[in-house]
Structure formats: structure tokens, C-alpha cells
């Protein structure tokens, strides 16, 4: 579930838009961050964990492909090689995370192939006719 007390009261929107915000994207003038609001925590807290192993790192892109968290970011050149290892497994961590969280509302979730495929939990699977 979220991390953030006030979550809640703030929408989806209003939540990636904050998160966006506090990302070093590679363009700054287009952020590339298109997850469901279940993931927000999980790339938060990834993100926070990068900033601390390196804090000039990039990020390129962050997104749901296939059901599964892609997380595009390029560590800096002159980080040192047992944190580049952390820095990918930090990663590598939060794609493990996304893939039992539903994608809607961040509880227990598994992936489920309906007409494309996805991660949610009971309540929040897609029914047939869009709803």
C-alpha cells in the first residue's frame, strides 16, 4: 500500500506529476514516467535508493511493457563497480516488486493474460467490457 499518508486525498495524476518532478530525467522538458498508480511507491522508493547510491545518475524512461516495470536510467560515468552492481540491482528490486503489486492500487497482485496482459489484484481486474 502507499507510503505516502496523504496519498489518498491526491490523485493519480497529481502523484506521478509530484514523483516526475523530482526525477532527473535525460530530458527534463519531457518526462517519460507511465506506470498505474499501485507502482508510484515502488519507483519512489527505487528512485530515493538511486539518488543515494548515485546522485547523478539519469533517468530515461519508467514504465509498465508486458505487465512488468521498465526502469531506463544511466548511472554516471565515474561510479565506482560494487555501486554500479547495487545501482542495477536497485532496479532490478523494484521490477521484482512491481510484478506481485497490482498495477492499480499497489496490494498483492499477480499477472493475469486477458486480452493483454497485467498485474492486479481480485478487485481490480479488467472486466471484458472496459470497466
Known sequence: M???EDAPSRSVEDRLRELAARMPW???SAPSLYIGGGWIDIVARC???LTTIDPDHTVTQVKQKFAELRYYATPSANL???ALHGFGSRIRLAEIE???ACERCGRRGRLRNLEWLGVWCDEHVPHPDGS
Open 80 to 82: 565506482a563497480p560494487r
Open 47 to 49: 528512485h530515493a535508493d
Open 98 to 100: 512491481a510484478s506481485l
Open 2 to 4: 502507499s507510503d505516502d
Open 26 to 28: 535525460t530530458n527534463p
